[in-house]
């Protein structure tokens, strides 16, 4: 199993990006989605996360101004970025629970999207 993610880049503050995420390979199912960051000399942290049902949680950080969303047929986790500031810059990461048979269920992690808020 894979996870490829995109949409990263460099942007001013106050404004946006969409991020994505698609997972591919052995997919039976895919359990909770989610999208970590870490900062230059910081831990990574649980930015938002949303389960197969839809259920979503986030950062204090950045509720209200980040929203997650998956489409469950294409295995896509989105990261919709609004009022972007100079301290959401981070390497972002996606993560995700698969199942790939009934007894075969692994958590993977994407290669990171650098996204840098700068005038």
């Known amino acids: 199993v894979q996870l490829q993610a995109s949409g990263g880049g460099l942007v001013q503050p106050g404004g946006s990006l969409r991020l994505s995420c698609a997972a591919s390979?052995?997919?039976?199912?895919?359990?909770?989605m989610g999208w970590y960051r870490q900062a230059p000399g910081k831990q990574r942290e649980l930015v938002a996360a949303i389960t197969h049902g839809g259920s979503t949680n986030y950062a204090d950080s950045v509720k209200g101004r980040f929203t997650i969303s998956r489409d469950n047929a294409k295995n896509t986790v989105y990261l919709q970025t609004n009022s972007l500031k100079p301290e959401d810059t981070a390497v972002y990461y996606c993560n995700a629970g698969v199942w790939s048979d009934y007894d075969n269920y692994n958590n993977y992690w994407g290669q990171g999207t650098l996204v840098t808020v700068s005038s």
């Open positions: 390979g052995s997919i039976l199912s895919i359990n909770s």
